[in-house]
């Protein structure tokens, strides 16, 4: 890797809440920053930034590794089984929720936590933003990522900036088959949307500028249930976005969550309902355990230090979409458990509906 170069990893896990699937525990946020604080002073990472959208801890690491570095993985993994032992220690709830596994391999992915990671030589200045989520999945990227890359109605710089004019290729994922496909936008606009309308199967993984392959954009694909084979919780994805200068800027980056779009997830990740941007401070969801949250945090690169956050859902324009998501929500929990709020039975699968379907099976007769 050139000496210029550097990786950001934001690696997330939900190690244990309160009261119920809430809120991360200070203590929890309190021990991830002393413990990266002392890979900083021993020289293993450049910087971080530990924080939690509701009940899901956020690692932030800058360093001078590759992506996939397995001595980074492994410190988010010992932060991660730290956290845990305090988790349970406090007795909170669900402590250990995406610890899948129990002994460290080399890799986190597919471990349980979530993890996006991008590497790249320092602009002259080099914002970025952080979105992170809770009560959904990973495919709610999808919508935001396509306006942001691909729609010139929110982002006039497809049409102005002459380095976004050349367009965006997509990689998407098949979560369930593991197979990935490139779509280069504009020309291939519709076969995108083809596949990542379905947004619990094909994952916007990645995001490259046409004009010079920069990568621009990553997320976090897991599908826990995939790994674990029944439900345990949702993925409550990740996803970095490099900025400014010839990419969307914050503005571009933040305008398709003005309006609080449906997902799937919230209580008991079975439920579709409004993603609501929120500040750091209001990433609580405890209402029918949700809704849906994001969060988007603003840092410049600054030889690899954070310099930041800024809270950008902070801004009182967003006030307009978290009234609209709570009456979206008033009017999706009037549907009780009737679809198109309950999620179809294909989803439920990974869910504990199959055990009371089976309850039942032997009282089925032929019409
Ligand atoms: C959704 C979520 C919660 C739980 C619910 C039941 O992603 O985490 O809505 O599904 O609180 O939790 P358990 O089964 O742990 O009582
Ligand atoms: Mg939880
Ligand atoms: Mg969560």
Redesign the pocket.
Known sequence: MKDSKITISVIKS?IGSYV??NLVHPELIKLAKEELEKAKKRKEIIDYFVFNCG?DLELVITHKGPEEDPKIHRLAWNVFTDCTKKAKELKL??AG?DMLKDSFSGNIKGMGPGVAEISFEERPSEPIVILAA???EPGAWNYPLFKIFADPFTNPGLIISPEMNEGFTFEVHDVLESKKIKFKCPEDMYDLLAFIGTPGRYVIKCITRNHDNLLCAVTSTTRLSLIAGK?V??D?PVCIIRAQHGLPDIGEITEPFAQPYLVE??????HAGPFMPVSLEQAVPTR???PPRVVALGFIIQKGNLIGPLDLFKDVSFDRARQKANEIADYMRMHGPFQPHRLPESDMEYT?LPKIKEKVKDRWKEV
Do not use: A
């Open positions: 939900d119920g699937h009940d709830y669900g929720q809770d009560k959904t439900y919780g949702k409550d997830g919230w209580n008991r990740g079975s029918f355990d949700g504990s």
